[in-house]
Structures are given as structure tokens and as C-alpha cells.
DNA sequence: AAGATGTTTCGTCTATGATCGAACCATGAA
DNA sequence: TTCATGGTTCGATCATAGACGAAACATCTT
């Protein structure tokens, strides 16, 4: 590969139409194979190899071998975080390109984005948490009050373990669509676990909508109210 | 340009490795040109400024043509805080980019830019003017208020020959060393002319430098303080 | 065991796009 | 005016990386 500043080596990587489609696929969260990767972005299963061991290599993905398949996860947060504020600029100054229209209102209202909820319903969670003092900001980061921590305990969100985890328990990630924070890091994704545990929403197969059933969403927002 | 989705074209912007240098040049927040620009990247100004234009279509910058010269910085800040985003993926500490301007300190302070004041002095000077609102702001020009036009009639610089002239009265000009604006013109022109007249400056010969005398610079930061 | 499915490696073709030389345009200086 | 400088446009060259066919490899199914 050329020389040439990291950034550029990242920016490449994104930047080639049929990997760009792969990690759109894979900001659902789900961990996909080779061929179904393959499928999404419209190449054979030798060219989608060689992107994908292109991406692994350059610390994008991870891969989990599991029989004959190969599964294909974002690496970390911090990947999906970036992903999507790339694609918030885009969407901004994207201005030729109307591709699926005036967007999914559903994919507005809530979806997941890698692992954690996003959309209107993960930026008013965010705006809750914050306003009522559980979650404060901290250098460049959130940090869990000792409120906020009552207040997840209560929640059945078991904080020990998250902790221990090297990802940071809790991180702003900028909203695609609404473009303001929402919660990221690992209690970010615990949430959203816990929400489809209490059967309050559950991921609609196939897209990235994260679909709140009626009682669901009603509970969520008096949970989160502003 | 090759289909895909819109994450693609920002990311090729951003992964030519040219491009790159160029955008990490700016992510100082300082303008620069396009021939520093070149310069920074290792390339010629005719592959310069093809990239130039590409980024801009693409909506990475904003460029401001004054003279001869063109002006590069950043569209706006999401592009930065996104850049510093991937820059924080590609886990790599900014380096150290290049110098802009003159190294003389006196030339730095004050000098000539043409014919009106430059450097650290003439920054202020329009700092103080703008914060006082003799100066505004106004669609791509700058604006001379009614408190301005007292003003400068008190400090006896006689305005109406001025406004006959062909050339804009107000005109913010790129500040070579500090990157930021001072006041171009022939208001701009008419004060150094003052200034000259009052004694508080000279010109140094055979140099760009403005030398102020100490009692001169007193009564230049009296009047221009901030 | 043979067959089917998923994935990678190899070889080759091809197209995109980065690059530069030369010429041209625009602005400022003499 | 003429000259110098910053910047762009045009044309041609050329390297790279993305694409697929074929074949090997790996793992599950029968």
C-alpha cells in the first residue's frame, strides 16, 4: 500500500464503494459472513475477501471463525462512532445523492447503531440522563455519577462487569440523523439489551430499525423523560 | 465519479494520500494557500489544485481568493472534529506542520501588507474596530457603522475623498503571519498614512518592517485596545 | 467415503485517477 | 505597457488496486 499519513490509510479503506457498503451492513451491530458481506455489496465472495482481509488488517473489522463460516463484526465502538460521523458529514454535504429519499422516519426515530440505540429516542435518552445528573461530562468523555449508578443498579444493569471491560463504559457518539449525542460504550449497549430483554423493542430483521412496540416506547419515555 | 454510497466519496477524499496532508495541514485552522498546500504535500500545483477543487466539491473546504493568492481552510468545524475523529482511530498524534509566515519577529509585529498595516498590530486594530462596532461585518465585505464614520473623522481621516474612489474603503485582508484578518482598503491605507503623520510609525528602509516608536505605539494601543 | 458449501489464493485484465509538462489566465509590481 | 508570480486547464503517461475465473483449501453433510 502507498505511503503516506495514517489517516489516509483509514480514509482509503472507507472509501471504496463496495468495503463503504460492507460497513454500512455491518453498523447494524450483527455480525455477518464473508458471503453474506459479499452479497451486500454486490461483488463475488474472492473480491469481498480480499476487502475484508484489507479492513482486518487495517484494524476495521474483526473476524470470529465458527465452522465453515467466517463472521465479521466492527472492531470496536470507536469504529462505529467514526463511521457514523462520516456519514452525518455526508448526509450534510452530500447533495446530490437522495439514495433510499427523504429518509426512513422509522430509521430516524430509533435505531441501533453498532450496538447501542440511536435516533430520536438514543438522543432524548442521552438529553434524560444528562439532565437529571447521572451521566456528566468529563475531559473529553462521560462520566457515571454516583446518581447514575443508583439509578442503572435499579435498572438491573449490573455495572461491575462492564467496567472491568477495557471499552469505555460510557461514550457520546455523534447522531447521524439528528446530530447531536447520544450514548455510546458499553452501558450504551447494555440499555439497549436490557430494552429488548424487558421486551420493550426488538431489532426489525433485515434493516437497522429497532422497532418499540406501544407499551414499549411508552415506558422508555417516562423512564427518560425530559 | 464512481456510484456508491455517499461514506465512499468522503472517504476517498480523505484517503488519497496527498489529500490527506493537506487536509491534516489545515486542521491547524490556519488558511493556506494553494502553493503552501502543494508544498506541504510533496506535489505539484497543478495535481494541488485539482485536489483543491475536488475537496471542495466535495464540501471538505472553503477557500476565500484574495489577489493573487487563494485562501484554503476547512468548510467548517463538523469536517474538523471528523478528521479528528479518524485521526484519533488511526491513533497518531498530529505532527508538526509548517511554518507560515516570516520568521522576523519585527515583521511578525507590524509591517506593510501593500499599503496598509499587517502583522500583530494590525489584527488588533481590526479586532478593536470590529468589537466596537465601527466596523460590521457585511455579505462578503466589510461595513463602516455611523460610530465608525465619528470615529474615524475624530481621528481626522477625511472620508468622502475615499468613498469616490474605485476601490473598496473597507476590505478585511488575510494576515500572512497570524492568519487571521486585518483592514485592507483605502481606509486601511489612509490610517497607516496617519499613523505616518502623527509620528507614531516609519517605514523601515529597504524592508517590509513598520517600526513604531515607543511613545507611538503607546498612544496605536490606547486607541486600538481590546 | 463422496459431495456440497463457504472461503481463500493465484493470475490476469482493466479502468480509474494521480501525476507532471506546457500553456494559459489573473493579479500585482515596476 | 511589460514582467513576475500564483493558480488553473489541458493532454498524455503510468501505476495501482479492484474486478473476476479458475482452482485450491477447509469444513460440514450424507
Given at each position: 500500500m502507498k505511503e503516506g499519513p495514517d489517516i489516509a490509510r483509514l480514509g482509503s479503506l472507507i472509501g471504496d464503494p463496495a468495503r463503504a457498503n460492507m460497513l454500512t451492513a455491518l453498523l447494524s451491530g450483527k455480525a455477518l459472513t464473508a458471503s453474506e458481506l459479499a452479497a451486500e455489496a454486490g461483488i463475488t465472495s474472492q473480491t469481498a475477501s480480499a476487502h475484508l482481509s484489507k479492513m482486518e488488517a487495517g484494524g476495521l473489522l474483526a473476524q470470529r471463525k465458527q465452522g465453515r463460516h467466517r463472521y465479521f463484526t466492527l472492531a470496536d465502538d470507536e469504529v462505529g462512532s467514526v463511521l457514523e460521523a462520516i456519514m452525518g458529514l455526508a448526509a450534510r454535504?452530500?447533495?446530490?445523492?437522495?439514495?433510499?429519499?427523504?429518509?426512513d422516519p422509522a430509521l430516524r426515530h430509533a435505531r441501533v447503531c453498532y450496538n447501542h440505540l440511536a435516533g430520536d429516542l438514543g438522543v432524548q435518552m442521552m438529553d434524560s440522563l444528562l439532565l437529571r445528573g447521572y451521566l456528566t461530562p468529563e475531559n473529553e468523555g462521560l462520566g457515571l455519577t454516583a446518581d447514575g449508578r443508583a439509578f442503572f443498579e435499579e435498572f438491573a444493569i449490573d455495572l461491575e462487569p462492564l467496567e472491568k471491560?477495557?471499552?469505555?463504559?460510557c461514550k457520546s457518539c455523534l447522531d447521524w440523523s439528528n446530530r447531536r449525542s447520544h450514548l455510546a460504550g458499553s452501558l450504551g449497549s447494555a440499555l439497549l439489551t436490557r430494552f429488548y430483554d424487558l421486551a420493550w423493542a426488538k431489532r426489525l430483521e433485515g434493516s437497522r430499525i429497532v422497532s418499540f412496540s406501544a407499551g414499549g416506547e411508552k415506558e422508555f419515555l417516562r423512564l427518560f423523560a425530559v
Open positions: 454535504k452530500g447533495h446530490l445523492r437522495t439514495r433510499t429519499g427523504p429518509k471491560l477495557r471499552r469505555p463504559l
